[in-house]
Nanobody, 124 residues
Framework: QVQLVESGGGLVHTGGSLRLFCAASGRIFSTNAKGWFRQAPGKEREFVAS????????YYSDSVKGRFSISRDNANNALYLQMSSLKPEDTAVYYC?????????????????WGQGTQVTVSS
């Protein structure tokens, strides 16, 4: 059984930093691309960042580019999201996900496994 578990969320002031962690277990292969999405109250889930199977390619939404950094550790089945210069509009539940293939993907339908999410709250 596949399981993705996020951690690292919390409450931070504007301009602060957080590092999210996603642990994968089960039949999640190192050849799967992975990504982060977020969903704010009353809004649809949106793409944040993605990374291909070996970490060689990354993509970011325009809203987080230059502030967030996605990385992965295949040896430990881990995925990270380093978030800096946080803004109140970054407040959301953040989800990690594993794609069906090796190529970094930006659309939710390309991901087949999802975690339960971790709350990030940025106070002004």
């Amino acid at each position: 059984q596949v399981q993705l578990v996020e951690s690292g969320g919390g409450l931070v002031h504007t301009g602060g930093s957080l590092r999210l962690f996603c642990a994968a277990s089960g039949r999640i292969f190192s050849t799967n691309a992975k990504g982060w999405f977020r969903q704010a109250p009353g809004k649809e889930r949106e793409f944040v960042a993605s990374i291909n199977w070996n970490g060689g390619s990354t993509y970011y939404s325009d809203s987080v580019k230059g502030r967030f950094s996605i990385s992965r550790d295949n040896a430990n089945n881990a995925l990270y999201l380093q978030m800096s210069s946080l803004k109140p509009e970054d407040t959301a539940v953040y989800y990690c996900a594993a794609a069906s293939g090796p190529t970094a993907a930006k659309y939710a339908h390309e991901y087949i496994y999802w975690g339960q999410g971790t709350q990030v709250t940025v106070s002004s």
